[in-house]
């Protein structure tokens, strides 16, 4: 156990132990009103009088990664972690119903910690993704009883990651729930399958109906993927108001420390919980490097900003923190830049057109007819790269999906000066379709002096006949939010814009009908056009620094 702790505390760059001597107590149990039990593990190091508390709440087991990468490395520097099995899982009691429970159990978990002897009376949270999820759901309730939060690559509400654009991220949802499912008979294997690439789950992808993907991925019926299909409206029963707590953030009173990543599915709405908290006039502090979901950089970076920000919360001696609340990795520069808030002061929209023959610039567009091109569920466009849950996420050359008949691209002149962008970022999209149901995918790209295209944000969104109807010459004006960024195209240089109509598996395909996503199975090609023209000014808006 010594030689792992080293490596682990070289691999994610952690300051040097306090203590490499810690008493573990396995399967505490934490009974609930309900009459179920929570199982967790207790990390304590000798001879740390009056150590505070870490609580590490999770649905992915109390031994592996979350023991070896978390646990045991806080505890080594000074702190008691007490890792908790969520409802379901790891030998909890219970049923899993994801996002559900969490802030119930939570609170009642926080009851119990302060009944134990070895509570000293400062709380903390930590944790990635699901194990910050549960940190914002009994926070607002839990008031100064939480100390200090630290909530890494994760939101208040998952509703929006799993119908981004209004459009079904079937990759992230099926490849996490065929993990769940998989943990049940051997936690190890499911992890290590989830990490490279399930082939069984990867099929059950391009499967239709939808609604079978979840037998054909795990063997068996799924609820809450069976759910998740048939809630699509954000304001459904299924997500308000248990599992959706982005209404209630700013009632956190606890100091916020934030880790995200520029490649993150959760970015834009950690981002929304940050400025939810700004306007409730707490000040969170925030981190977005260069990482996406699962870089373990990311992970060695948030444990590092915990143990800064975990004591001068307990001490109350906030002078040893950086100066500036945001600090940001500017992707191109290179560098990491702080600033007061997000989005940084100073930025100011600016809109590059579309324009014929595959141009973009900053000039406004003069007549021209539209371009053109045909959008085929049963061939649908792959998607590369980008803000994924697994692997094959983040910066991937471009030149093969550029190269195929189904995506527009609109490339600029090289640049004869840097062009940082910092900010959200969104494009308007003027388009005529066959078909009253489609999808628009938009991804800016940056062209190195080689040539090669590296996709930088992108976006996608849903078109209805009812959220954008057509004007009397058909043509819809679908405005898609991208991912924000913080980005420095270098001289010479070429702002790229892609236009599609998917990104598959990353997000369902559209099959061109309007049917329920759970049963369609009739798939009918579009033919689109996009317009770049003065009455219809199709435009990416970059907030230029």
């Known amino acids: 156990m010594l030689l792992l702790s080293r490596i682990v505390e070289r691999i994610l760059e952690l300051p040097p132990a306090l203590t490499r001597d810690v008493r573990v107590t396995r399967d505490l149990r934490a009974p609930l009103d309900d009459g179920v039990e929570l199982l967790a593990d207790l990390y304590q190091p000798r001879h740390v009088p009056n150590a505070p508390t870490v609580l ?36 909890s009691g219970g049923d899993l119903d ?8 939570g609170l009642a978990t926080l009851d119990w910690v302060e009944r134990q002897a070895w509570f000293h009376g400062d709380l903390l949270t930590f944790g990635p993704s699901y194990l910050g999820y549960v940190q914002w759901a009994m926070a607002p309730e839990a008031g100064d009883r939480i100390t200090a939060m630290s909530a890494m690559v994760t939101a208040s509400q998952f509703r929006d990651q799993t119908y981004m654009g209004d459009t079904y991220t079937l990759r992230g949802t099926l490849s996490w729930s065929a993990l769940m499912v998989g943990q049940e008979q051997n936690r190890l294997l499911a992890q290590v399958r989830d990490a490279v690439g399930n082939r069984r789950v990867l099929a059950a992808m391009d499967h239709l109906p939808l609604g079978e993907a979840d037998l054909m991925a795990t063997g068996r019926r799924v609820e809450w993927f069976q759910q998740w299909l048939g809630c699509s409206e954000p304001d459904h029963p299924y997500w308000v108001s248990e599992r959706d707590h982005r209404a209630r953030v700013p009632e956190v009173t606890a100091p916020v420390t934030m880790i995200a ?17 700004r306007a409730a006039g707490r000040n969170p502090y925030l981190t977005v490097g260069p990482w996406s979901h699962t870089d373990p950089k990311a992970f060695g970076a948030a444990i590092r900003d915990a143990l800064e920000w975990f004591p001068a919360q307990v001490s109350g001696d906030t002078s040893g923190l950086r100066e500036q609340p945001v600090r940001l990795f ?11 808030e997000w989005p940084p002061p100073g930025t100011v929209e600016t809109a590059w057109y579309l324009h014929p023959g ?5 000039g406004e567009p003069a007549e021209s007819n539209p371009d053109r091109f045909r ?13 994924l849950l697994g692997p094959g996420a983040g910066r991937k050359d471009n030149a093969a999906l550029e190269a195929r008949p189904d995506v527009l691209v609109y490339t600029g002149d090289a640049l004869s000066e840097p062009l940082e962008i910092i900010g959200p970022v969104s494009a308007r999209v003027h388009l005529r379709s066959s078909l009253d149901h489609t999808d628009v995918f938009v991804r800016l790209c940056d062209v190195d002096a080689r040539g090669r295209s590296w996709n930088v944000c992108d976006g996608i969104q849903r078109v209805t006949p009812e959220r954008f109807p057509a004007g009397s010459d058909g043509v819809r004006q679908v405005e898609v939010r991208l991912w924000p960024t913080a980005y420095r195209f270098r001289p010479g240089h070429r702002l790229r814009i892609q236009v599609s109509s998917g990104s598959h598996p990353r997000f369902a395909r559209n099959p061109g009908t309007g049917e329920p996503l759970a049963t369609a199975i009739r798939l009918v090609a579009a033919e689109q056009e996009i317009l770049h023209d003065p009455e219809h000014p199709s435009a990416i808006i970059l907030p230029v620094a």
């Open 56 to 91: 590490i709440r999770s649905p992915y087991g109390r031994r592996g990664w979350v023991g070896f990468l978390t646990a045991r490395p806080l505890a080594e520097r000074g702190y008691q972690v007490l890792v908790q099995s969520c409802r379901g899982t790891g030998g």
């Open 98 to 105: 994801p996002f559900g429970q969490e802030r119930a159990d």
């Open 261 to 277: 990543g520029w490649y993150d599915l959760f970015l834009d709405d950690q981002l929304a919980d940050y400025t939810a908290l």
């Open 330 to 340: 500017v992707q191109g520069a290179q560098e990491w830049r702080d600033y007061p």
């Open 358 to 362: 595959g141009a973009l610039t900053a």
């Open 375 to 387: 959008y085929d569920p049963s061939d649908p466009t792959p998607g590369i790269g980008g803000p």
